[in-house]
């Protein structure tokens, strides 16, 4: 019996991590757009699963505030502002900073002390295929490739809990850019590109190119935000 209750546990969180995910890839890809109102009968019924792993699953990407939640009328997808993304750049912004910090830290003044060999060839190639996609205005590769990026540059240097965090923040800020991205008639334009660079900085230990590639992005990413309230 013991085997069996496990094992239904196990096939449990299985699902819910995959609708889980599932939703969530369609949030990031403006599919399912901010305001959109589901229940956990309409998702199951689309998956064509029990109740429980939905809701389980639903409740988690709540708890990740991509979605919000109402007793009586069931889900919706979270509906960021201007203002939010504005508060997520400057918050990575931050979180960034500190990393290029420890950079500095582990070698004061000094250049060519930088990542080599293993830890940042996954890195690179992540950027590379990044800033492939956002110079060809290839959105859904861009955005998969720029999550892998961050999180594996985050984890060269940081602890699990700064790279999760920095993970959520860019995110959110993804599943807000989407839906305007996919309507601007402009969108290569505003797709950042300079992973490479970054990469390259790394590499060399150049804390202050780092820094001014980061400062150029988030420059980058406020013009963008005044663009849309324009």
């Known amino acids: 019996m013991r085997g069996t209750d496990s094992s239904t546990a196990v096939t449990r969180n299985t699902l819910r991590r995959q609708i889980a995910d599932a939703l969530r890839d369609e949030i990031l890809a403006g ?38 939640s109402d007793e009586h009328r069931g889900f919706k997808v979270h509906q960021f502002t201007v203002e939010d993304y504005r508060g997520m750049v400057e918050a990575r912004s931050l979180i960034v900073d500190g990393i290029f910090r420890h950079i500095a ?19 690179r190639r992540r950027a590379e295929e ?3 996609a956002a110079r060809g205005g290839d959105l859904d590769i861009l955005i998969g490739y720029d999550l892998r990026f961050w999180r594996e540059l ?45 990469v390259d900085a790394v590499a060399l230990g150049d804390a202050d190119k780092a820094r001014a590639v980061i400062d150029s992005y988030n420059d980058h990413a406020l013009a963008w935000a ?5």
């Open 105 to 123: 830290r582990r070698a004061p003044g000094k250049r060519g002390s930088g990542v080599h060999g293993k830890a940042l060839v996954s890195v």
């Open 31 to 68: 599919r399912l757009q901010p305001g959109h109102e589901f229940t956990v009968k309409q998702i199951a019924e689309q998956y064509g699963v029990s109740a429980t792993p939905v809701r389980e699953a639903l409740v988690n990407l709540s708890a990740q505030g991509l979605l919000d």
């Open 154 to 198: 985050g984890q060269v240097f940081a602890n699990r809990y700064i790279c999760d965090f920095l993970h959520r923040l860019r995110v959110h800020a993804w599943v807000f850019a989407v839906p305007y991205l996919r309507a601007d008639a402009e969108l290569r334009d505003w797709l950042w590109s300079g992973h490479e660079d970054l």
């Open 226 to 230: 005044d663009r849309l309230e324009q």
């Open 130 to 132: 990044a800033a492939r």
